[in-house]
C-alpha cells in the first residue's frame, strides 16, 4: 500500500480500537487546519485528557511521569496516532523494568554489546547539540531551537543513542532556505558534517532533507541515532534510504528498525502485558 492508504487505515483501525477505551466510536475529536473546523474519530476529545492515549496497563504511572518530568507534549497529542504518545507506550515500561539493553542492543553494532545504560540518563523529548554547536557564535542573532529527539539515553561509557519515532507522518519534513535557516546552518550544522557526503551538505540538499540531516548531524563516534518506523509507510521508507545515502562515515550509527521488529524483540525476551496492548493499538490495522 502506498502512504496516504497507510495513514487512512491506521486512522480507520484507530477510530475503531477507541470502543476499548470506553469511548463511542462515533465520538469525534477537534482539529483545525487553516482555521476550519474539522471533526476525526481518529482524535480524543480534549475533555477525556490526553493520559487516555496511553496504554491501559500503563496509563496512570506514565502518566504521573509525564507530569513530574513536565514533558511538553505535543498539539496533536490528542490524536491517537501520536508518534509521541507511541513512543511513550513503547519505551516507559521497558524503562521502568530496566530492560532497554535486552530489547534495542541485538539491532546494534557489535561494540555497544556489553555497555551498560546508565537508566538516570533516560530522557522523552531530548534537546539535540545545537546550543552546544552555537559556542562562540552565541553573540549571533540565531533561533537555535534545538532538534528534539523522541527518546534518549547514554551508557556509562558515555555512548549516546538518540532516537527519532515515526507512525503516521507522511513524510520527514523540509524547511525553507531563508536568512534565518541560512545562518543556523552556517554557524551551527555546517561544521559537524565531515560525516554526511559532501553532495548532501549543500544548502538545498540540507534544507529538502532539513529533519533527517539535523539528526544525522548528531552522529559521531560516540553518537548513535536510531529510526523507529513502520514499514508499511513508504514516505518514511524512503526518507530513511536518504539518511543511508547521505553517510559517508560512521554508517554503522545509523540505525533503522522496523516497529514490528522491535516489537517481536519484546515477545521473545520479555513476558509484558503492555506489548499486547501495543499491538493491539498500533500494528492491528489490517486486521
Known sequence: ????????????????????LGIPEDEKG???????????????????????????SIREPLWSYVLEKEIELHTCFLHLNSSQAMCMNFFYPLFIIRQLESVIFP????????EIIDYDSVCFE?????????????TEMI????????FYFRTTSGTKFFFEVKYTESKFSGTKSD???IKKYNFVYKNHLSHIKDEYCTQKVFFRNYQIMRNLAH????????????SQNKGIVNGIKIAENA??????????????????????RLEEKFIEEFKEKYLNFEH
Not at 126 to 138: D, R, V
Not at 143 to 150: A, H, N
Not at 219 to 230: A, E, G, Q, R, T
Open 107 to 114: 539491532f546494534l553494532p557489535d561494540q555497544v554489546n556489553g
Open 30 to 56: 477537534i482539529f483545525y487546519r487553516r482555521g476550519e473546523r474539522l471533526e476525526y474519530g481518529h482524535i480524543l476529545r480534549a475533555l477525556r485528557g490526553r493520559k487516555m492515549n496511553f496504554l491501559p
Open 247 to 268: 553517510l559517508k562515515n560512521y554508517t554503522d550509527h545509523f540505525i533503522p528498525i522496523e516497529w514490528k521488529n522491535l516489537v517481536a524483540m519484546v515477545e521473545s
Open 143 to 150: 533561533d537555535c531551537r534545538p532538534t528534539s529527539f523522541d
Open 219 to 230: 552522529i559521531d563516534k560516540d553518537s548513535l541515532v536510531i529510526f523507529i518506523y513502520p
Open 126 to 138: 531530548k534537546p539535540g547539540s545545537e546550543a552546544e554547536w552555537l559556542g562562540e557564535n552565541k
Open 179 to 181: 536568512e534565518e535557516h
Open 1 to 20: 500500500m502506498n502512504t496516504s492508504e497507510f495513514i487512512k487505515k491506521v486512522k480507520e483501525h484507530l477510530s475503531v480500537y477507541k470502543r476499548k
